[in-house]
Structure formats: structure tokens, C-alpha cells
């Protein structure tokens, strides 16, 4: 096992480089670069050829791609990711600045998601083919096919016309201010949280529905066990394992909606910030970010085999 | 018809310079009118803080270098000009920190004298220097905006101190909007040696002598700032202070403006007629307010290149597009028709001379014949395909929807590409296009601005235009400060336009946003509002509660 994951570890280094790499090299491609931001985004702006030369000099953006590329690797290497070309902060900075909005969304989202979908699946299964099962598979159908921002865009229209409110405009991180980071992040945790609830809902019943008809939940009833006991103790934490599985993929999509989510909540976190550097962009800020997220997926990668393997002794890898 | 309350559409202030600068008198009876300013019969309430919304962070503090209104409107009120526009009486100029000034006889030289005793917001004291500094720094293209910068020093050419009180403006030419450049929201006076001691993106930055201090800034989040009890004006502002809230989104803009998060959509920007009719429906404190634009529609067609390079096309483009329809369909009604100067200016053709020109013509059908005429008359006898840019965004989307369904109906096929800025703005600076749509606007009302991106040399004339005539016009105007003189000579420079047609104008935006009624004294807008609004100094909330 300790083999397997020093592997797995070593075998990140080129995957990331990969992942910079491409990214790299399409964001190059895209036509325009920042310095006709910084000269102004408005077509009123008297375009001048001499000030976007030297703007582009000043970024280094007239060096031959090999040298801008190899520049980046380097830094990179000693975590050094630039500063934004548009904020002209230090890129980490900036992440260290954002991430605790995002990684507390992240978090609300999972626990969100995962309290509605163990329930709801596991009602579906043993209620099997009755209304609650139809209500149930309905929901999750809903959360699988609505848009995160249009979904995002209906609560906060709701919101305001129903309750003249929305969520405040000042941000806390959790340690700071706890009540005040729920008050702000439980909606968009909702919205993030719902499709992860209806794919961990489908999951749960099918993986239940499966276990309770496994020999060892017959036997379980035979000796009179209640069907509470039956239910809870010996077929969910036995068809767990898929659910465990399917969340932490899905917890990798989750980031995709975070970044609609926080655009549509107006919340300064990672996904925002990665919006705006595409839109400007700022070179530095969205390879940065492509690394941060390429490293976040091989970790969660990781994590989900491992945990694969405690929950389940008898898998063991090569 | 709009039923909303229309504001006065205020003749441009800018130009009352003329009068200014042949007589110093009239400077100082300005300078007397803004010293008395007159309040509503209620007292100001003390108190309260103004949140609005812009939909970008701020990518610096510096307001010589950032012209744009995201920069503009958080900072602007951090500090004063030396002169300034009164946006309470249709932006005329009057003094800020120039108490008064003269322009001598040839009109090369202005002195500027300056208020004595005022103080940056770091203790220091304001003098000559600094304006001087603060010139010259704008007409840096490395210290200032090149945008700024390439107009202000194609007329500045240097300022000395007489003493510490006295600046001395020398210009390379007489200029009629050298005075419009430093009334407008970005010729601020900064302190002496800033950009050489701070950075620009620091909070240290900041050191003005405005009636608002630096508080804090959040990238993302918001910009603050809070009242400076030691402001020179006495008992001014009256607020505690402001917040500009990052949101980019427009829905969440409105929803948060409804839910009494913010005391204002955004300043002059941000709402649109479905919302406005929300409001005026629902919500009986709230105020919808419209006014002119500096902003318009256009479809710039490169003229070096065929098909465009054929004034006959050019014409057909013209004459097939229904304007009044794509106000319509792109802004719902918000949009003013107008040749290619902003129709609120003392410097445009009037609706009815406009109208004479067969392309504002109201017989579409005719107009669409003599469309088909002369493109079959330029060799394109089966119409023709046109790769059109348009930047994305569903204002920009909208109107090029209408334009290309127009277009369609005398022969002329648009191929809709659609761009983000950057890709946009890199294609027209290689001249890769054949003709696109972006929204262009001024951030000052001076017929300058509106028409140098039509002299030959200029660099965003980006259609490649050029008309000698055209450009001995410009020359000849720029050097006129008696408006209705400057005015007899742009409306030719129209004229030419009008028919040499290097774009064709669709509509010119309207200026919209709504704030509750308990902010007072809220200027009327004009068509520069977004960026010249009077830095909340004379705004008051009623019982200091501004939402």
C-alpha cells in the first residue's frame, strides 16, 4: 500500500506539468492579451501602439514562449506564481486571500449535499415504488438537470421577492464569524449542494436496494433484528462504499459549479477569481489556478482510493 | 414612449469656457455661485453611508492611470481639480482648487490661482507644486492613461510655479478642451512625488484633498471610504462615508438593490426599463432616473478593405438599418437617435437636420430600395456575405440581432462572430476585421474626443477613415472656445460624415439607475454621470439612513 502511494504521489509531478502545460499553451492561443485590458476594455480608449508595446514588455509578454514557459516552470517550482497581470498582487496572495470563501463553500456544499442525499436515498430504497419513492426520484432527476446558475438565479430572485432579502454583502471566514459566513453561504452550499445530493440520493438507492437483498440482511432479519437495525447497521454502511465513491467524483465537478456560483452569489472566492483572470487574461493567476485545481483533483483521487481501501479490507492494490 | 421622468438634457457644460476664457469676471462670479451653494429648504441630515455597485475590481488607485468608471467613481471623491464641473447646473465649470483663473489674449496660456490653506489627507499642505506635479504626471503616457495622456500633451506643454499659489498652464496650441480635460473626474491633484513613493495598486497611494479618506479595500469584495472632517469646504460632505461593491452580475445587482443592500444601482448605470418598471411598480420610495449617454452603438466598417472601401455599400449599410427598431429590440426603448456626435451636445445637427439625410429618413421601404440600388450598382448584384464581429454581451447581442435582420432584407448577409473584449480589441488593432460592433463612448463632452478617432493618423480609428477636409476641420474647431463658432464648423465635420459614412450609428444609450428617495440632492444625470456625478459632497440622507 505504502508502495502504491508513494507511486501514485511521484506520478502527480508529471500529470500537473502536463495539466500546466496545456494550459499554457491554449491560453496563448486565445486571441488578445491583458495589455489591451490595462490600456482600457472600452473601445472609446485611443488605442496606442507604443503604450501596448511597452505594457507588454513590462509583463515579459514579448519573450518567445519558450522563455515565458520556462520562467513560469522555474517559479513555479519554488512556489512562486508571478503577480497578476491584472491585480498586480503576488498570485498567491490573491489565492491565499480567496480560498478560505471557497474551501467553506466546498465544505457546506459536501455536508449539505451528503445530509440530504444518504436520507433521501435510503427512504427511496426501502420505500421502493411507492410515492416517496416517485418524490424522491423526481427530486434527485431535478437536481441532476436544472442549471446551477439557473437554479442560483431563481433563489435569489425568491428570495428577494418573497422575503425582501438576501444574503449580506460583507464576508467572514468561518473562524471569524461563523454565523455571518452561514448567513452568506448557505444558498449558494444549496444550490452546489443539490446536484451532489441528487446523484448521492440515486446512488444510495440503488446501492441500498442492492444490499437488501444480499443473503447476510436476510439472515440479519431472521434473527429478529428491528428493521431500523437491519436498514442502518448492516446494509447502509455496506452499500456506502459506491456512495463514498460517486462523492468524491463528484466533489471534483462541485468546483465547476462553484465557480458559476460564486459569479452568480457575487462571492470572492477561487472560482470568481478564475473567471476574471480568464477574462483579462492574467496569465499567471489562471496557470496558478490550473495547477491549485490539478493538484486539488489528484488528491481527492488519491484520498478516494485510499479511504476505498479502509472501508473495504479486501481491496489492495498492486 | 417612456414613461418615466424624463431629466432635463442639459446643453454641454464644458463650453462655458468660452465665456470664462475671454473674461476672468465671469470666472470669479462662478467662483462666487459655488461657494453659496444652494440646499433644498430642508437641513441636511449628517450621516449615512451610500453603497453602490460597479462590476469590477479596481486594477489601481491611480486615476491619472485607470480612467475607466470603475476606477473613476470609487476614487474621484478622494480628491479635487483644479477646476470642476457643477453637476447641478448642467455640468458648467467652476473652480475647485483654482479659486479663479485667466486665459491669456492667444489663448497659449492660463493662470490658475490657488485656493490657499488646503490640506492633503495626510496633513501635508496643497500648493503649487503638486499641480504641477499632477500636469505633468498626465501627460506622462507611462504615468497616466496613454488614452488621456496622448490627448492632454498633444495641447500641454509645460506649467511653472509664479509662487506657491500661482500655476502657470503653457499650451503647444489654443485648445478648447484643455479646460473640459481638467474639469473632468481624472485630472485630479495629486500629491507631489506620489507615483515615485507609492505603488499604485497600495492603499498609500491614496492622498488626496477630496471630501472622502481611504477606509479599506477588499479586491472582489468592496472599496470604502469615510467622511474627511477636515475637508477645506466647511460642513461638507455630509455623508459618513461610501462603499462600491464589486458585483458583475445584473440581476444580482438589482435583487441586491431591492433587498436594500444598496442605496443605488450603480451611478448613472445598471438599470434597465423591465427593472425600472419593477420599481416604479412596487416600490413607491424608490426613483427612476434616465438621462442622456456619452455612449453609443456602432457598426465600423473597415474602409480599407472591400467591400467597405465602396461609399455606395456603405450607404446601403446605412440606409437599410432601422434605428428606431433596434432601440427597441436592444435597449428597450432607452435610446436616442443620433448622427455621430452626442445629440445632447450644443454641437450636434438637430433631430430635423438629421432627419434630411436619406439614411433618418421614415420610409424604410424606400430607404431599402435605394439600398439594393447601389449595391447592385457597386457590382453586388446577389448581395453579399460579411463576417461581423460583436462583442458579447446581450447589449451588444441584441442590436446586432436587429442590424443583421435588417441588413438580411437588402442583400447584405452578416455573419455573426461573437467576441470577448480582448479577442474583439486584438483583431481591430491588426485591422483583421471587416466591420464590428462595440459599444464607444467619451468620458467628457467635447467634440475632441468624439471626432479624433476620425482624423486620419489617430490610433483607434480603427476603419482606417481619412478625409483631409475632415481633418483640417478638426484642427480648425479644436482651437475655438466660443461654442456656437465651434459648434457652426462641427456640424460640417457632421455633415461630411454623414455622408462619407466611415460607421454608421445606431442609437446613443441612455443614462439609468435607481436609489431610494430618501438620498437627497441627488444631481439630475447628464451624459458624462458615470464618471462627473460631484463626489457625494453636497448628498445627504434623510434621518442618515441612505437605503
Known sequence: MQTYILRRILLMIPTLLGAVTLIFLIMRLLPGDVALYILGSDESSEMNREALQRI??????????????????????????????????????????????????????????????IPIGVLSAIRQDTFIDYGARIFSIAGLSIPSFWLAILIILGLVHYFRWLPPLDYAPFWVDPWLNFKQLVFPALVTGYRLSAIGARMTRSSVLEVLREDY????????????????????????????????????VLFGGLIVVETVFTIPGIGRFLVDAITHRDYPSIQALVFVFAAFVLVINLLVDIVYAILDPRIRYA | MCRFAQQKFPPVAAYTLGIVG?????????????????????????????????????PSFDLHFDTSYIVTQPIAPLYNGLITQDVYNDGEIIPDLAERWEIAEDNTQITFFLRTGVKFHDGSDFSCADAQYSLDKLADRKRASPTYATIFEEVYASSTCRDDFTLIVSLKRPSAVIMTMLSGAQAVMMKKGITEGADRKNAKFLVGTGPFKFKSYTPGVDFQAERNPKYWKPGLPFIDGYRAVVMSDLTKIFASFRARQLTMTGIGRHLERPEAEILTREFPDAVVAIGPRATWDNFVMNVSKPPFNDRRVRKAVALGTDREKMIDIAVEG??????????????????????????????????????????????????????????????????????????????????????????????????????????????????????????????????????????????????????????????????????????????????????????????????????????FERVWCQSSECM
Open chain 1, 56 to 117: 507588454r514588455s513590462e509583463l515579459g509578454l514579448d519573450q518567445p514562449l519558450i522563455v515565458q514557459y520556462g520562467e513560469w516552470v522555474w517559479k513555479a517550482l519554488r512556489f512562486d506564481f508571478g503577480n497578476s497581470y491584472w491585480t498586480r498582487q503576488p498570485v498567491i496572495e490573491e489565492l491565499g486571500r480567496r480560498y478560505p470563501m471557497t474551501a467553506s463553500l466546498a465544505f457546506l456544499s459536501l455536508l449539505l449535499g451528503t445530509l440530504i442525499a
Open chain 1, 217 to 252: 440482511v436476510r439472515t440479519a432479519r431472521a434473527k429478529g433484528a428491528r428493521e431500523l437495525v437491519v436498514v442502518l447497521k448492516h446494509a447502509l454502511k455496506n452499500a456506502l462504499l459506491p456512495v463514498i465513491t460517486i462523492i468524491g467524483i463528484e466533489l471534483l
Open chain 2, 22 to 58: 475671454h473674461s476672468w469676471v465671469l470666472a470669479l462670479g462662478l467662483l462666487l455661485f459655488t461657494m453659496s451653494p444652494s440646499f433644498p429648504a430642508e437641513n441636511p441630515h449628517a450621516g449615512g453611508i451610500i453603497v453602490w455597485a460597479v462590476h469590477e475590481s479596481l
Open chain 2, 334 to 535: 432607452w435610446g436616442l437617435l443620433g448622427g455621430f456626435i452626442g445629440p445632447h451636445t450644443p454641437f450636434a445637427l438637430p433631430l430635423d437636420d438629421l432627419k434630411q439625410h436619406h439614411q433618418f429618413a421614415p420610409d424604410m421601404e424606400d430607404r431599402r430600395t435605394e439600398a439594393k440600388r447601389l449595391l447592385v450598382e457597386a457590382g453586388y448584384v446577389n448581395g453579399l456575405e460579411v463576417e461581423y464581429q460583436v462583442r458579447r454581451g446581450p447589449l451588444y447581442e441584441r442590436g446586432a440581432l436587429s442590424r443583421q435582420d435588417d441588413l438580411k432584407k437588402v442583400g447584405i448577409n452578416l455573419k455573426i462572430m461573437l467576441l470577448d473584449t480582448a479577442a474583439n480589441r486584438d483583431r481591430h488593432e491588426k485591422n483583421d476585421f471587416q466591420v464590428y460592433t462595440a459599444p464607444s463612448s467619451v468620458a467628457m463632452d467635447d467634440p475632441d474626443l468624439y471626432y479624433a478617432r476620425y482624423t486620419c493618423d489617430a490610433p483607434s480609428n480603427f476603419g482606417r477613415y481619412c478625409n483631409p477636409a475632415f481633418d483640417q476641420l478638426f484642427d480648425q474647431q479644436s482651437r475655438i472656445f466660443d461654442v456656437a463658432k465651434r459648434a457652426e464648423i462641427t456640424r460640417q465635420m457632421e455633415r461630411i460624415l454623414l455622408e462619407d459614412l466611415p460607421d454608421d450609428r445606431g442609437y446613443y444609450w441612455r443614462s439609468s439607475m435607481g436609489y431610494w428617495n430618501r438620498v437627497k440632492n441627488w444631481p439630475p444625470l447628464l451624459a458624462t454621470t458615470v464618471y462627473n456625478y460631484g463626489k
